[in-house]
């Protein structure tokens, strides 16, 4: 299942899964909730205990819905079951959650965030030269 992964601070990026509970559990770090986002024919999954256990705001859902705390992903949804993510649902949401964000307040239960650019994930930065000698 191809799907895109979104940690804090970085850009997201895509990552094929084999969809095995233990696999989610492992990049949300926990126990997975979902979110579910019908208008896109997607889902969000990220970790239930996320405010509990301290983890990093990530980024804002919508005015209604808040935000996610901790690394999350977003997977497509064939109605019972999930599934990969289209490529034009892929490109969509590398947009839409492309910048960092950071929480600066909660103001009548809505996020205020701040946008910045995002670092790119590990593995995903170009190599670096060595400096040229004379």
Do not use: W
């Not at 705001?57 to 992903?73: A, E, S």
């Not at 995903?124 to 040229?132: A, I, S």
């Amino acid at each position: 299942m191809n799907v895109l992964v979104v940690e804090p601070r970085m850009a997201p990026y895509e990552k094929e899964i084999n969809g095995l509970l233990k696999e989610m559990q492992a990049i949300v770090g926990g126990r997975i909730a979902t979110t579910d986002l019908p208008q896109e024919g997607a889902v969000i999954v990220s970790n239930d205990e996320s405010i509990c256990l301290g983890m990093e705001f990530n980024r804002k859902i919508d005015d209604k819905r808040g935000g996610v705390f901790g690394t999350f992903f977003i997977c497509g949804n064939s109605g019972d079951d999930f599934c990969s993510l289209t490529p034009d649902q892929m490109d969509y949401f590398k947009k839409r959650f492309h910048q960092a964000e950071v929480l600066l307040a909660v103001n009548n239960g809505r996020p205020v965030i701040a946008k910045s650019d995002p670092l790119k994930p590990p593995g995903q930065e170009p190599p670096r030269r060595p400096p040229k000698t004379r």
